[in-house]
């Protein structure tokens, strides 16, 4: 791409969002999934009533998990204990990847009890496995939700939180 020109083979994404009242913005999109894809392959500009806000952005990131499919089913096998049984399946032929399986227990306030998760685990490419967590439930813990994510650290879900009231 030369400086300042722009074609459309430049262009990976292009669309149209809006600011929420407290002025943040979030967008998702796909990039192109028969190639292997880089951070370094993409150049992120935003622009705001015709004028480049890109330097508005706080994190971007770069993920292809758009192949993974879970299904989070909570149970309570025995008195004060929840169990999480992911089924992960991987769909992507190329590539594995990792995961962090999350069951966390709030109270009536919705505050953080206790949380136990398993991290630092992966999936191989075209794989489907069955993976599972259990937490020992305080009295106080009135919901319990588990997710799946990549990492603690980005904390991007792979699929759907569930929750089981109690």
Known sequence: MAEGR?????????GQGRLNADGEYSFAFPLESNKEISSKDY?????????????SITMASLTKYENITATLTITEPEVNV??????IDNTNGTEDV????????????????????SSGK???????I????????????????????????????????????R
């Open 82 to 87: 929840a169990k999480v049984v992911a089924e």
């Open 130 to 165: 069955d993976d599972e967590i259990t937490l020992t439930l305080d009295s106080t813990v009135v919901t319990v939700k588990a997710m799946l994510w990549e990492s603690v650290t980005t904390m991007i879900p792979l699929t759907d939180p569930v929750t089981m009231e």
């Open 43 to 55: 150049t992120v500009l935003v622009y705001a009533s015709g004028r480049n806000v890109t330097d």
């Open 6 to 14: 722009v074609s459309g083979s430049d262009i990976g994404y292009i």
């Open 122 to 128: 992966f999936i191989g490419a075209s794989e489907a």
């Open 98 to 117: 990792e995961y962090v399986l999350i069951l966390a227990g709030f109270d009536y306030n919705d505050t953080l009890v206790d949380v136990q998760f």
